[in-house]
């Protein structure tokens, strides 16, 4: 049965922890500083000053105040509304909705908003039902058809918004929320000139429009500009606030977002300059500003500028719970496990309470694992709203049960049935719960612009998982030309194409990419030698030799290439019958091994280890890299330890000891971060002396591997490990211990093997057969830190802990 401790329980009152600069109620009102100049602001005024500089729950009590001793303005009501919606609590910012209503009837600003409310509530229905009813009585107000404009994009129902789009562009075309509604929605159905045109116009009346400006710097990113005006961009907007006498805070976030989109070497004194230069003007910056600009300085070194703003940041906050979990990242760097507790109470000093649950969930998932985080998310609530469910859920796609998870999904989808991001999350949980059909069931239907590119990632993965490449390749070729260009769906559509042996159409599409400019990875000169770079390289030089050879000797290049080891593994595949149909005894022995290679690993490690040491039935047993080189050296001899102490990285290690692992003990091998929910029973069939899971993309997975002691194929995979771990090389970990290896290695023993005894059969099953069973690469909290073993970018040293008890 479903715990209902997420779902509906009694409420409980938390006392308010007063703001250090709210007024005390006995004192009134904040006195005004006297100005013979310039009259006393007004309450309103001072809200809006509070909300600029994040001090909500202040801008809360001035307006409460105002509305309770007053007939405040229809300003007044709007304003308290929305403080409720920045702190996320949607179901007070109805109720206040209502209220204003009722005494503003009039008003239709109020009306728009109290649509919008509804649409944020998970019901967007009902919010286009209020706002057509509003529409009739103030025609003239374009305020209220952007509304419904925003409302029929967000649903995805592309034809009724265009359509809502036009009398907005004919009749308020001179507004410029109306021309950034066009802009951006345009430049989300690919209608990439049409944007610019539409931005280049918003500019030319309104220079110091912020978003236009940055959507201008973007859409030269992304290949509307040539590469040499994006190249001179950076220069030109450095010098251009250097001229300035007064520096906006237009001109300071247009020239931080352009370092940030700035990554050729060329350019990098350039963007020092660019940093150093924002530093000195920060005051122009927000706090969600001031941290990207903390990024830029960690990303190119420079530790004082780095220390400074984080100094800013911490001064009055931070104010905003997206800052918040980000500096209680970096914090994870320099504090030690007893200093947590002082770091998460100090970051959340100034965090709305209404907040509070959340973010400390956030914080224990970074440090204790899905299980800590959950644990916080157990107080009592009467009722969660839809963005509460969101957060719970993304704490869920974390954690270590599908089960619960898609029970929790499927009860939110009752309760609000045309949110998107709902939609989107439950097909991936299917997805990764082993359901690919199913999770294309789960995202029929319309698709808001802004959810297009997940929504096609997880479309064309599902195909890819019930083996329709061809159907996979049309969706991501559909996609419209932002969402092509990303670098997630551009990799994607590469693999697919390296797969399916298309090694011109990859090649074209690797030239659209280099020609989009610096942002792009594949301009870079480290394209060659990543993964997709290196299977383009093995698809190209199998095509030479393979030309050179006749049909029937194709095959016996599987040893050396993995994409004619992988058509070696497809066919086998395909013939390979389900373990659901097969009887017979099973051969492989029901036992664990894994490996960390420290002596005691993290507890987020731990708890998912246990998931496998504590079932009844199964032998279990994790080894440390000490204990590691012990048992390669005692079994299979000096050679073989030292092959693992020449491995480059922990990843190697790791390979190569499962390899020779399952060699000597035979059973089952996991990877630390896969967590088993289901049967372990279920994943070795019978009559097979070997069980390999195969990707969608036509290659073995090494994260879960099952064999008898010394099968063929695995001794042969450990012999050509320790070959290439030996011989030093120059090979990536994928494919010189990792599951490119493993392909091979499996391939070559097919093809010059009779595997006619059960004990030698090898038993090829699909990845979703794994995954109904194991939680697979659980997102532990080490992986995030740059002590993990595949972390590359470098950063400024930054100390949090000078600010712990500040």
């Known amino acids: 049965m479903v715990s209902g401790r997420f779902f509906c329980v009694s409420r409980q009152t938390a006392r308010k922890k007063k703001c250090s600069l709210m007024p005390d109620k006995a004192e009134g009102p904040i006195p005004a500083t006297p100005n013979a100049s310039s009259p006393s602001p007004t309450p309103l005024q001072k809200a809006k000053r509070a909300m600029a500089d994040g001090e909500v729950e202040l801008a809360e009590a001035l307006l409460r105040d105002a509305i309770q001793t007053g007939n405040p303005k229809p300003d007044v009501w709007h304003l308290w509304i929305r403080t409720a919606i920045v702190q996320g609590r949607i179901d007070v910012a109805q109720a206040r909705s209502a209220q204003a209503i009722e005494a503003r009837p009039n008003a239709p600003m109020l009306r728009a908003l109290?649509?919008?409310?509804?649409?944020?509530?998970?019901?967007?229905?009902?919010?286009?039902?209020?706002?057509?009813?509003?529409?009739?009585?103030?025609?003239?107000?374009?305020?209220?058809?952007?509304?419904?404009?925003?409302?029929?994009?967000?649903?995805?129902?592309?034809?009724?918004?265009?359509?809502?789009?036009?009398?907005?562009?004919?009749?308020?075309?001179?507004?410029?929320?109306?021309?950034?509604?066009?802009?951006?929605?345009?430049?989300?159905?690919?209608?990439?000139?049409?944007?610019?045109?539409?931005?280049?116009?918003l500019l030319k009346h309104h220079p110091e429009h912020r978003q236009a400006r940055v959507m201008q710097l973007m859409q030269a990113n992304t290949g509307m500009e040539t590469g040499d005006k994006h190249t001179s961009a950076l220069s030109a907007l450095l010098t251009r606030a250097q001229n300035n006498l007064e520096v906006s805070s237009t001109d300071a976030v247009e020239l931080l977002q352009a370092v940030k989109l700035t990554t050729q070497p060329e350019l990098a004194v350039t963007c020092r300059e660019s940093i150093e230069f924002l530093a000195n003007h920060s005051s122009q910056l927000t706090e969600l500003d001031k941290l990207a600009l903390l990024n830029q300085a960690e990303r190119f070194g420079l530790s004082v500028i780095a220390n400074q703003t984080l100094a800013e940041i911490m001064l009055a906050g931070p104010r905003t719970a997206q800052v918040a979990n980000a500096l209680f990242r970096k914090a994870l760097l320099s504090i030690d496990r007893h200093q947590v507790d002082a770091v998460s109470a100090r970051l959340l000093q100034y965090i709305p309470e209404s907040k509070h649950a959340f973010l400390a969930a956030q914080f224990a998932l970074s440090v204790e694992g899905p299980k800590g985080a959950l644990d916080k998310l157990r107080e009592p609530r009467k009722c969660r709203t839809l963005p509460e469910a969101h957060n719970i859920i993304q704490i869920l796609w974390a954690g270590n049960s599908y089960h619960f998870a898609l029970r929790y999904l499927r009860f939110c989808r009752r309760r609000w049935p045309e949110d998107p991001e709902l939609r989107l999350q439950h097909a991936r949980f299917l997805r990764e719960s082993g359901h690919p059909q199913e999770a294309l069931e789960a995202i029929r239907g319309p698709i808001p612009p802004a959810k297009r590119m997940p929504f096609t990632r997880i479309r064309a993965h599902s195909l890819l998982e019930i083996g329709q490449a061809e159907a996979a390749k049309a969706v991501l070729e559909r996609a419209s030309h932002p969402h092509r260009s990303a670098n997630g769906i551009r990799d994607l559509h590469l693999r697919i194409l390296i797969m399916l042996g298309r090694e011109e159409e990859a090649y074209a599409v690797i030239e659209e990419g280099q020609r989009k400019g610096p942002g792009n990875p594949m301009a870079s000169g480290h394209f060659s030698v990543s993964q997709i770079g290196n299977l383009l390289n093995d698809l190209v030089l199998y095509r030479r030799e393979q030309a050179a050879l006749p049909p029937e000797k194709h095959d016996m290049l599987a040893t050396n290439y993995v994409h004619a080891a992988s058509s070696v593994i497809r066919r086998r595949f395909e013939d390979t019958p389900s373990p659901t149909t097969t009887a017979g005894t099973r051969l492989i022995p029901l036992r664990v091994g894994q490996y960390w290679n420290e002596k005691t690993p993290p507890q987020a490690v731990t708890e998912i280890m246990h998931s496998w040491s504590r079932r009844p039935g199964i032998e279990y047993k994790r080894f440390d890299s000490g204990e590691a080189k012990t048992f390669l050296r005692e079994t299979f001899g000096q050679d073989y330890e030292q092959a693992f102490r020449l491995a480059n990285n922990i990843a190697e290690s790791a390979d190569f000891f499962r390899l020779c692992y399952l060699r000597h003990y035979g059973g089952f091998y996991a990877d630390a971060d896969d967590y088993l929910?289901?049967?372990?029973?279920?994943?070795?069939?019978?009559?097979?002396?070997?069980?390999?899971?195969?990707?969608?993309?036509?290659?073995?997975?090494?994260?879960?591997?099952?064999?008898?002691?010394?099968?063929?194929?695995?001794?042969?995979?450990?012999?050509?490990?320790?070959?290439?771990?030996?011989?030093?090389?120059?090979?990536?970990?994928?494919?010189?211990?990792?599951?490119?290896?493993?392909?091979?290695?499996?391939?070559?023993?097919?093809?010059?093997?009779?595997?006619?005894?059960?004990?030698?059969?090898?038993?090829?099953?699909?990845?979703?057969?794994?995954?109904?069973?194991?939680?697979?690469?659980?997102?532990?909290?080490?992986?995030?830190?740059?002590?993990?073993?595949?972390?590359?970018?470098?950063?400024?040293?930054?100390?949090?802990?000078?600010?712990?008890?500040?």
């Open 114 to 201: 109290d649509s919008r409310i509804e649409a944020l509530a998970g019901n967007p229905k009902r919010a286009l039902w209020r706002i057509n009813q509003a529409i009739p009585r103030w025609p003239n107000n374009f305020r209220l058809r952007l509304q419904k404009f925003q409302i029929l994009r967000d649903l995805g129902r592309t034809l009724p918004a265009l359509k809502a789009l036009r009398p907005l562009r004919k009749r308020w075309f001179d507004k410029a929320e109306v021309q950034m509604a066009c802009a951006n929605f345009y430049r989300a159905h690919g209608r990439l000139r049409a944007a610019k045109s539409v931005i280049d116009h």
């Open 677 to 806: 929910y289901g049967k372990l029973s279920n994943l070795l069939p019978p009559d097979a002396g070997m069980v390999c899971f195969l990707e969608p993309f036509d290659v073995l997975a090494n994260n879960a591997l099952a064999c008898v002691p010394n099968h063929p194929a695995i001794v042969l995979a450990s012999e050509m490990a320790r070959e290439a771990l030996l011989g030093r090389d120059n090979d990536n970990t994928w494919g010189k211990t990792g599951p490119g290896l493993l392909t091979r290695a499996v391939a070559h023993y097919l093809i010059r093997t009779n595997t006619s005894t059960p004990k030698e059969r090898i038993a090829i099953l699909p990845a979703q057969v794994l995954r109904k069973e194991v939680q697979v690469h659980i997102a532990l909290p080490h992986k995030k830190s740059k002590r993990h073993w595949n972390a590359t970018h470098k950063t400024a040293d930054i100390d949090m802990r000078k600010f712990i008890t500040a």
